[in-house]
Each structure stands twice: as C-alpha cells, then as structure tokens.
C-alpha cells in the first residue's frame, strides 16, 4: 500500500546499542556506538511507493564518512506502521552529524526493558457453554499478539483442536517451519536480530501466550499439584508471538519492530509483560506503540511493573494502556511448618517432598543462607531471610550442599503475606513475614528447637483471595498523576501455564512441560484474555469501551465479602488495586461505558505542559497545542484529583450500551473529607448508544490530604462504578 503523508509527519531513528552487534569504521570506534531514537520531519509532498523507497529516505540520513560502504548495514529496522523511523547503530559525534541535515528534530537514548517475571479462568467465573465463553465463543476470531521472548509451538496448549483458520484480515508470517503454526498458533515472528528464530529459550513467551488463549490440555501439573484441564482465557482466540526480548532484556528497537509487525499483521489485541521505569510519554517506547496500535482500533494491555509494594512504582501508565496488577488466587500448594511447641505455619511450595520424615529435626536461623560455611546445618531444617541476591531455589540449594535436610524461606516484612509455590530443590516451605517472625522467636526462646515440614497438596478455597501481590506495583503514576493507576488487578501469583521444557534441572524426575511462575507478567495475558472475549462478543466496541467495561465491572470485595486486601492483609487502596479485580462476566455487559477517541488523548497531553514536538512525537503528526485539558478532564473510567482549596469541575459522558430504556441514579460511597456534587444525579436514556454527560464539583470540607472513595451510577439491571482518589501536592 502507498503511504502518502497530507502532513509533516515524524520518524523516529532508533540507534541501537548492543555488545552483540558491532560494525567497523575508519572514524568511529565501535565501542561507542550507543543507541539513540531520533525524531526527523517529513516534507508534506514525500510518497513511498513500497518499504524499499521507505529505507532507502531513512538511509539518506545516515552520516557521510569514508566508510560509508559499511553504513547501509548500520540500519537494523525500517519502521512502516508504528511509525515513520529507522534503527541504525551510530556514535553520538555521528548523531551530532545529523542533527545539522534539514528535517532533523531530536533524538533520545535507547533503554532496555525487561520481562515483569489452569485454574484462573474458573476463578474468574469462566466455565464451558455459559456466561461469557459461551456469550463470545470463547473469543473466536480475535488474534492476540504478545510482544514476548518468543514461544514453543510444539507445546500441546498450542493444539489447534477446535479452532477455525484465522480470519481473512489476517497477514502475519510463521518464521518456524510450515508445520509448527496452525490455527492456534498461527503467527510468529522473530524481531530480535542476535536470535534465529521465534523460538522461546526463557519459558517467559511461552507461559503468558498460553495464559492468554490457550487450547484445553487435560492432566496438566507441575510435579503432580495444581492438576486439572489447562486452559487460557480466551481458548478459541489465535495467537500471534512477536519476540523482542533476549536473555538481556527486551531492547526498545525490537520492541518498536514487534509493534510494527503486530499492527501490520492485523492483531486485535496486543500484550506486553515488560516495562522501565516510567518516563514520559514521548520518551517511552510502549507509549508511543501502543498509541499507534489503539489508533488502528486494537486493545493493548501491558503489566504494572514488579517493583510493588512501595509507592509511585507504577509502569506503563499511559491511559490509552490498560495497566494491570498482579493478585492471588483461592489456590494454595500447601506446606506447613509445624514446631516442636505445636504451632503450625502454613506456606507453599510446588515441591511436595514424599520423603520428609515426620519425626522432629533440629531447627536453626540461617540469616540470609547466602553463606553457610560457618554454619553447621547437616542434618537440619534451616530457617532462610528472602532477601539477598539469591532467590528461594537458590537459598535451598546452599542449603542442601551444606548437608540442610530442609528450609523455611522466611518473607521480609515488605512481602508481608504473598508466597510462591516453587519446586524447591529439598523439602522446604515459604511462609509469610508474621509467621517467620512467630518461628524465629521459637528458635531464640527454645533451647533445643525442633520441626518437620507437612506436605498437604493442592488447596482450593482461601477466601482472602484475591490478594495484592506484595510485588505489585503502586501507583501513583509519577507520569500523569491525574490518572489513577493501575487500572485493574488480575491473577498473577503462582500461575499455572505452559512451558518450555520440564523442570528436570531441580527435580530430574520431573516430566510435565508446565510451569507456577508469579508477576504482573502472568496478570497482563489474563486480562489480554478477557479483553479477546469482550471484543468477540462486541466487536463494534472500541479499545477505550472495552477497558471502561473492564474497569467499571470490577470487583472490590474477596471471596469472604470483605474488602480486597493488600499483602499485609490490610484494606486495599486504590493506588494498589486500581478499580478492582477484573470480573469477565461482568465486564461482557456493563451498562455504561466511558469511551474516548484516540484523537481525545491530544488534549490531555497539551494540558501535560508537553510541547507541541513532544506531543506531536506521540501522536506521530503535527500538533499544536491549541486546545489543552486537564488531566481529570480526559473522559476516563476513574478520578485522580490533586485537590487544594479550591473546588473543581470536571465532566464525564457515558454511553449507553445495556437496555435501550434505562435510568441511572448516582450514589458517592466514602470520599471522606471531600464534598461532592454531581449534576445531573439521574441520568434518563432511550436508545442504545446514547451518550449523555454530567459534571462532578470536588470541593475539601476538611483538611484530610487524602481520601478514596467511589461514584456509583445505578440501574435496576446495571451498578456502574467509578473509583476516585483525591491527594494533595505539598
């Protein structure tokens, strides 16, 4: 197709930095070759009869030396659909070069992001031949793209029983061989230049794709726990891989390519577990990506980041992403430390040893376990910190080669309740910070302290899940505080899914190909999930419907009708939990829906203070900042409101997507502090598609800096629910 630009449009020269990759020049060493993204104009009157005219534009930019012949081979990727740029390896003082050609603009560093490391669906209320799987056909004919460290095609959740081919829209390439994809599998793509194919060498890939749309697989386990049927959330969804992360990370020119060849290949939805630190938009490669993706009408969602549970952690916080955050589920392995007074402490730990004696062992402190050559531990059960540089498996293995019989991996206070299901590499439990702190005062008030770990399998039905991670991260999005991030939590701690291989490197027995891991990574392609069977069930939806549907269905309470808890088995904020934990079914029929146009986020930039370049740089066409909102003016499903003394205004429209005839009431639950009007409070509509609006006026009655709450509108079908956080900048 011809790309024929009415407009100054930007590129973005992406220079990619790599110890993997290096080219000789007569005038440029090649260690400082680093990368850039550099931001170039485009004359109103350029046409590109195919990509060959395209790289051959982006190679004119490159600098003029006597090594030019080595030049053209500099240029990595040629960018089409996610943008107007190129990457290429150069030196600053070659960037500096540039920067002096006509239709130069800026350019920026590179960074490298990194990978935010069965029975979900029932927790979620997704059940065969009902409510929503059957209300979308399990998500048939939507193809979810993951921008991921690749896949496994010969992993049996990529059977394409059942599934139909892939629709004709669809364009995408298999870079295995011709029988490795089907109508499961039926795109993969390899966008990093060091690596040969898609092909997953991490299990990362190959873990989220199959949480996402896998096909059922009966029998699924890891070393015999959490057994059952294997499925994904969207099951009868195809799945499209784009690998753009190597074992260093996930460099943002692969990343940039991975979006390129999703939108190109015609994906409906896009997931990316991966992320940095937040910077803003206009520096931020998913940011951009995803901008692009929304504006071809394709939902993306990315995780919240690992970094949880401090505050302002929050990544991927643009609002056209959905950003997710990672919960437990009702699901524990179970393994209890019982001690020589009689007290029991449950942890987990996928590893259920059949050989662990009953009889009471001596137990000892091993501080960290990153050393234990002074300590005597034949013999024992060693109480290991989970802090240090070594993870659970690793402490255990410290143990065992200094003759430990067994460990208890003891959490920090910051970890407070969230443990992992790990296949240790000896019998061995990881238990919570408070029952740490009760087994340690044990060995320090006990002259000869004793115990044995009980194995108890596979447990359903903790009524405290779902639970934050305590690994989850918080908002508030330093970005755009006047966004409430994340938007939604999901299941994300000790997730069954496929895998590369089996874990026989720490248990040589073991032979199933499925894999517990934990993260934000494991949340996002459950929502990417529900997203799929959302869009297959109302395709005329738009990307920012779907989300407002997610968001304003979601719930607040456990399984015990309580409020969600944090990892310390407190009350929940909001800047942990964003609006809720995601409810599928609800979400499929929300009533009202808080939509915006892509060219709705041009506003709320301009009123970010960016300039019309930084803006334009997003948005990949010339701005000018004419028209600017505030952050809480944009038409989003939550309040975040940096409230002073002064009252504020703020509008809101809905639309109507439930009965034809409904009325809505309103209703202000907690906002403590904080005085609210809401104009109208009834909201009357008559047709489906009816937009109407109201406005909400903020107003402090106290001096609480803080307070959260929630607008509520509604129906006698229909409760459509707002979060709003209100804080106060010192």
């Keep these: 197709m011809d790309l024929k630009l009415v407009s100054i449009f930007f590129c973005i020269v992406i220079l990619l930095h790599s110890s ?8 440029t060493n090649q260690n400082d070759l680093e990368t850039y993204i550099v931001q170039l104009e485009l004359p109103d009157d350029y046409v590109f009869s195919d990509s060959k005219d395209l790289y051959l534009w982006h190679q004119s930019f490159l600098p003029k030396t006597s090594a030019n012949s080595d030049l053209s081979s500099r240029i990595i990727y040629s960018y089409r659909h996610v943008f107007n740029g190129f990457a290429a390896m150069l030196s600053s003082d070659e960037v500096k070069m540039m920067e002096k050609q006509p239709g130069f603009v800026s350019a920026r560093p590179q960074r490298v992001l990194q990978l935010h490391t069965t029975h979900s669906p029932s927790f979620l209320g997704l059940h065969q031949n009902v409510g929503l799987w059957n209300a ?37 390439k298999c870079e295995f061989n011709y029988k490795a994809c089907n109508n499961k599998l039926i795109g993969a793509r390899n966008l990093v230049k060091t690596a ?15 949480t996402a749309a896998g096909n059922f697989v009966g029998g699924a386990n890891l070393l015999g726990n959490a057994n059952g049927t294997a ?21 943002e020119v692969f990343i940039l390519a991975g979006f390129d060849a999703a939108i190109e290949d015609g994906v409906d939805v896009i997931s990316a577990s991966l992320g940095a630190t937040a910077l803003p ?14 504006e071809k009408g394709i939902f993306v969602t990315c995780s919240a980041g690992n970094s949880g549970p401090f505050s302002s952690t929050v990544e991927n916080g643009s609002p056209w992403i959905l950003t997710v955050g990672a919960s437990s589920t009702d699901r524990k392995i179970s393994a209890v430390a019982v001690l020589g007074n009689g007290a029991e402490y449950e942890g987990e730990s996928a590893f259920q040893s059949t050989n662990m004696s009953r009889k009471l062992l001596p137990l000892i402190d091993g501080g960290d376990c990153e050393s234990l050559a002074i300590i005597d531990v034949r013999g024992k059960i060693v109480v290991c910190a989970a802090v240090g540089s070594l993870s659970g498996i690793e402490k255990g293995e410290e143990v065992k080669k200094a003759g430990g019989a067994a460990m208890i991996l003891k959490n920090q206070e910051e970890q407070g309740y969230t443990t992992f ?16 702190l009760k087994i340690i005062n044990y060995i320090t008030s006990t002259s000869t302290p004793v115990a044995t770990i009980s194995f108890k399998g596979t447990r359903i039905g903790d009524k405290h899940a779902p639970v934050v991670a305590s690994f989850s991260s918080r908002g508030p999005y330093t970005v755009s505080q006047g966004i409430l991030k994340p938007d939604i939590i999901g299941p994300g701690v000790n997730i069954l899914a496929a895998w590369i291989k089996p874990p026989a490197e720490v248990i040589p027995s073991a032979t199933s190909t499925f894999n517990i891991i934990s993260g934000t990574s494991m949340s996002c392609p459950h929502l990417a999930g529900v997203a799929a069977l959302l869009k297959s069930a109302h395709p005329d939806w ?33 800047l942990s939990i964003g609006s809720g934990h995601v409810n599928p079914s609800k979400a499929n029929d929300p009533g009202l829906v808080y939509d915006i146009q892509p060219q709705d986020y041009v506003p709320y930039l301009c009123g970010l203070n960016y300039t019309d370049q930084q803006v334009s740089i997003i948005v990949n066409k010339k701005v000018h900042c004419t028209l600017s909102i505030a952050e809480a003016e944009l038409n989003y499903p939550s309040f975040s409101i940096d409230l002073g003394s002064s009252a504020q205004t703020y509008t809101r429209t809905v639309t109507n997507v439930g009965e034809a005839n409904s009325t809505y009431t309103v209703e202000v639950i907690g906002v403590e502090g904080v005085a609210l009007s809401i104009k109208p409070s009834i909201l009357k509509f008559s047709a489906l598609n009816q937009k109407l609006s109201y406005e909400v006026t903020f107003k402090r009655s106290t001096s609480t800096d803080s307070s959260q709450g929630y607008i509520k509108w509604s129906s006698t079908k229909y409760s459509v629910r707002s979060p709003i956080s209100i804080f106060k900048l010192h």
Excluded at 20 to 27: L, V
Excluded at 196 to 210: A, I, M, Q, R, V
Aim: proline letters at 10%; a negative charge; hydrophobic letters at 35%.
């Design 136 to 172: 979308s056909n399990s998500g048939k004919g939507v193809i979810i793209g993951l921008l991921d460290s690749g896949i496994n095609p010969n992993h049996p959740s990529f059977n394409d029983h059942g599934m139909p081919p892939p629709p004709a829209k669809w364009k995408g």
């Design 20 to 27: 993997k990759i290096t080219f000789a020049d007569h005038f």
């Design 421 to 436: 299901a790990t296949i240790h590499v000896l019998p061995a439990t990881h238990v919570s910070y408070l029952d740490g």
């Design 542 to 574: 738009s990307p920012a419907a779907i989300k407002s549907a997610i968001m304003t269905t979601a719930d607040t309470v456990n399984l015990g009708n309580n409020p969600i808890q944090d990892e310390k088995l407190n009350p929940a904020d909001l």
């Design 196 to 210: 040969e194919s898609p092909l997953d060498g991490d299990g990362h890939g190959t873990h989220t794709s199959s």
């Design 231 to 251: 499925v994904g959330i969207a099951p009868r969804a195809h799945v499209a891989m784009y690998r753009v992360c190597d074992k260093d990370g996930c460099p």
């Design 281 to 294: 938009p206009y520096a931020e490669t998913m940011a951009i990506g995803a901008y692009r993706a929304i």
